[in-house]
């Protein structure tokens, strides 16, 4: 069982930055692909980016690409999602994913709101 904690959350102009932290409990986080999704108003959730259980292979929707990056610090159980020039678009609940072995949990989310 993995428990996740999202955080970062907030409001930001637009072509600001965001950090969004998620806190895994459990001893076996360094072995799950760690993921960020995110669901719009009126909108279903969509995958944004994952990063595999070393850190060595990420994944990034091509909205995503050059302006997010995902990370992972084992040694906290933590994982990142670095928001760089932000978007009205990128408005969303963000969620936090672990994945490993048709195992798949969830974090409650954290609020992501964007205006120009």
């Known amino acids: 069982q993995v428990q996740l904690v999202e955080s970062g959350g907030g409001l930001v102009q637009a072509g600001g930055s965001l950090r969004l932290s998620c806190a895994a409990s459990g001893r076996t986080f360094s072995s799950y692909t760690m993921g960020w999704f995110r669901q719009a108003p009126r909108k279903e959730r969509e995958f944004v980016a994952s990063?595999?259980?070393?850190?060595?292979?990420?994944l990034y929707t091509d909205s995503a690409k050059g302006r997010f990056t995902i990370s992972r610090d084992n040694a906290k159980n933590t994982v990142y999602l670095q928001m760089n020039s932000l978007k009205p678009e990128d408005t969303a609940v963000y969620f936090c994913?672990?994945?490993?072995?048709?195992?798949?949990?969830w974090g409650q989310g954290t609020q992501v709101i964007v205006f120009s």
């Open positions: 990063i595999r259980w070393n850190g060595g292979s990420t």
């Open positions: 994913n672990a994945k490993r072995s048709g195992n798949n949990y």
